[in-house]
């Protein structure tokens, strides 16, 4: 049987750290409601205690969305997380996010302290937010890089004080996917009282393998991926929604499934690129412009004949209307063909051999043919050519 994995989507929080990309409080309601009707399960709204300005911004969206979980991220210190709570009051589902660094780079360096400090530290943390909200998410910072046994301490006493959720970060896009996962197996096995929350996966893109290493994290026991829209976040990005949400769609051998109306993937990716300011580079999966587009001739031939032959996702399945057929000086008589058709052209063999040699020329000195241009040369080069 199939298991429902859920989607925790951090566009409004870890994905507006991206400089540049700050949004005002109606943009992130505008965004949290496109997500509502996208059908993440959780939406972390923000950092409440960082800013008024925030804080409004997480009150707002808390009051808006209905049906998915509400987060606030905190630190492991009262005031964050009593902030946090007065912004996440008017939910209907709320969730305090707090947590604190692992690894013995952030405990010594970053937090110069002890590691039975950070047990202490963590205990508390998640029990005081527990005063405030039954739903606590706890997050281990830097669990990617830090010692196992010592994660799977911190995480114990999480659960002992009531945490729901466990976060294991790959804070620094660090682990390989052999490596995260096998993380997870051995939390899920060796964590006492890990039956009693879901772990989350949370990794960043510094070395491109955060999508890779949440699907890793799933396979061997996360039940939660966190991700944003298009990907973005810190430095290089976090876990991207879209390819996470489709990876699992089309490999229904790994026996999961989330709740996302995956035809609404291009529209509100669109739209968090159009509100962050942050153009969608053309190659990226799922919803980048080249995407479902194809300039090769072998590839046109194969797409035009039967789109499967070169394309695993039918484009409508993400929102897309149809694949694109480019017409470069790399492109056949079949894709000539094709886009002729659509302008109300049907070509002869002898039509269509006049026409490609010319279209040939243009193209040597044009990146694209455009309708534009090929409308000009059928009407230079064919009879009666558009209806």
């Known amino acids: 049987m199939a298991e429902r994995i859920h989607i925790f989507d951090t566009t409004l929080r870890d994905g507006e750290q991206v400089p540049g990309c700050k949004l005002n409080s109606a943009q992130k309601i505008e965004i949290a409601l496109a997500l509502e009707e996208l059908g993440v399960d959780v939406i972390e709204a923000g950092f409440p205690v960082s800013s008024p300005g925030d804080f409004d911004a997480v009150r707002q969206v808390a009051g808006a969305v209905r049906r998915p979980v509400v987060c606030g991220l905190s630190r492991a210190v009262e005031n964050d997380i009593k902030t946090a709570a007065g ?3 008017g939910a209907v589902r709320p969730r305090i996010h707090t947590g604190i660094g692992v690894s013995e780079i952030h405990i010594r360096y970053k937090l110069r302290t002890t590691p ?5 530290r963590a205990a508390a943390a998640v029990r005081y937010a527990k005063s405030f909200v039954e739903d606590v998410e706890f997050y281990a910072e830097d669990a990617g890089r830090a010692d196992n046994e010592f994660l799977a301490r911190v995480l114990e006493v999480a659960i002992k004080a009531g945490a729901t959720v466990l976060n294991i970060p790959d804070t620094t896009g660090y682990c390989l996917p052999e490596q995260y996962g096998a993380k997870i197996r051995y939390l899920m096995e060796n964590v006492r009282g890990i039956e009693k929350a879901i772990l989350s996966t949370h990794c960043h893109n510094d070395l491109g393998l955060a999508t890779a290493n949440s699907i890793a994290g799933v396979i061997q026991g996360a039940r939660q991926i966190e991700c944003t829209i298009n990907g973005i976040g810190e430095r290089a990005g976090n876990t991207s929604l879209e390819e996470s949400v489709m990876i699992l769609r089309q490999h229904p051998d790994l026996k999961f499934f989330t709740g996302i109306n995956t035809r609404l993937l291009n529209p509100v990716s669109q739209l968090v690129s159009e509100k962050m300011g942050m153009p969608v580079q053309p190659n990226k999966a799922i919803v980048g412009a080249n995407a479902f587009a ?14 499967e032959t070169y394309e695993i996702i039918d484009p409508l399945e993400v929102g897309v209307d149809h694949s694109r057929i480019v017409l470069t000086a790399r492109s056949g008589r079949a894709a000539l063909a094709y886009r002729a058709k659509n302008l109300g052209c049907n070509l002869t063999k002898d039509e269509l051999d006049r026409v490609y040699a010319a279209f040939l020329e243009v193209a040597d000195r044009k990146k694209e043919v455009d309708d534009a241009d090929l409308g000009v040369l059928l009407e230079q080069y064919v009879v009666s050519a558009i209806a």
Not at 116 to 120: A, F, N, R, T
Not at 294 to 307: A, N
Request: net charge neutral.
């Open 87 to 89: 912004a996440l009051a």
């Open 116 to 120: 039975e400090d950070i047990l202490h």
């Open 294 to 307: 194809h300039s090769s001739g072998i590839h046109q031939d194969g797409v035009i004949k039967k789109r």
